[in-house]
């Protein structure tokens, strides 16, 4: 039995491949934040991107899940 704190503190999870890009990287936080941070950090170092396009970001952000216990 999970205690109250457990339920809420879920992780939350998302991964290249869940928004279309050939890569394995997979983001797990806290919070959406978190998890966008991650993916920015990312983008940036491993895919060159100087700028992440807003389109992008909505589809991060779309796709993050609450991850399987």
Same mark, same amino acid.
Request: aromatic share 2%; glycine share 4%; proline share 2%.
């Given at each position: 039995? =999970?205690? @109250? *704190?457990?339920? %809420? *503190?879920m $992780? =939350? /999870?998302? *991964? ?14 806290? /919070?959406d &934040?978190?998890? @966008?941070?991650?993916? /920015? &950090?990312? $983008?940036? !170092?491993?895919?060159g991107?100087?700028? %992440?396009? $807003?389109?992008?970001?909505? !589809? ?7 991850? #399987? #216990?």
């Open positions: 039995m =999970k205690n @109250l *704190s457990e339920e %809420i *503190s $992780a =939350k /999870t998302v *991964s290249c491949r869940d928004v279309g890009v050939d890569c394995d990287f997979v983001a797990r936080g806290e /919070t &934040e978190d998890i @966008l941070q991650q993916c /920015t &950090e990312h $983008a940036r !170092k491993d895919h991107m100087t700028e %992440i396009p $807003a389109e992008l970001v909505d !589809k991060v952000r779309g796709a993050i899940r609450d991850e #399987a #216990a």
